[in-house]
């Protein structure tokens, strides 16, 4: 079991250019969760699927994020225009119903 | 809205004496569960709750849903267990739900 994967694990982008985050989430898990971390904000739920369907997406910032479910093997945390912002650790987690198990997160700059 | 309210927010200890990290809910939660972030920046699970209390080595966790509040306890800390400590609480009832997360303890274990 090699865990929730997620790359890349570090991205740097400039003020406006568009980042895609990747996940993997652990295999026969039917949730995937993504959050952020931050200094100021601590750990934030953005969204999540379930069985590939959005389900909540009640934490993600109305424009330039979006978050897609394409198959049961991955899911896509994309973010347009990016901002200073922005900046921070995106972390997805998956589950098969209870505990929730993280992978190491992708640190994302915006310069 | 939820909260999760975390203390103590920082913590020294010397190796092998032990202390207490808390968490109170503003709401009913369903379950918790509790991480510790290491220095890669890695969640690591340390239990989910429904209720009760659960142990597992120099670590204990007790879930109260009824008086809204969670605690974990460390014995005989080593120096390995330097790290920011997280609870997490689910409030849904229904199996899949966002965690709420406290701001964390980071705890120093000193020689």
């Known amino acids: 079991n090699a865990g929730v994967i997620q790359t890349p694990r570090h991205k740097v982008t400039g003020k406006g250019q568009e980042a895609t985050l990747w996940c993997e989430p652990i295999s026969g898990h039917s949730a995937v969760f993504w959050y952020r971390q931050t200094i100021v904000q601590g750990l934030e739920f953005l969204t999540y699927?379930?069985?590939?369907?959005?389900?909540?997406d009640s934490g993600m910032p109305k424009e330039r994020f979006s978050a897609q479910m394409p198959n049961q093997s991955h899911s896509t945390l994309k973010i347009q225009s990016t901002q200073p912002q922005d900046s921070a650790v995106y972390l997805c987690a998956s589950t098969a119903g209870y505990e929730q198990y993280f992978g190491p997160g992708t640190r994302l700059t915006v310069l | 809205g939820d909260q999760v309210e975390q203390s103590p927010s920082a913590l020294s200890l010397h190796e092998g004496t032990g202390s207490a990290l808390r968490c109170n809910f503003t709401t009913t939660m369903r379950a918790v569960q509790w991480f510790q972030q290491n220095s890669r920046g890695s969640l690591i699970n340390l239990f989910y709750?429904?209720?009760g209390t659960k142990e597992n080595g120099r670590l204990k966790s007790t879930f109260n849903s009824k008086e809204s509040y969670s605690t974990l306890h460390i014995r005989d800390a080593q120096l390995e267990d330097s790290g920011t400590y997280f609870c997490a609480a689910e409030k849904a009832s229904s199996s899949f739900s966002k965690l709420v997360f406290g701001q964390g303890t980071s705890l120093s274990v000193v020689p």
């Open positions: 699927f379930r069985n590939q369907a959005p389900i909540d």
């Open positions: 709750l429904a209720s």
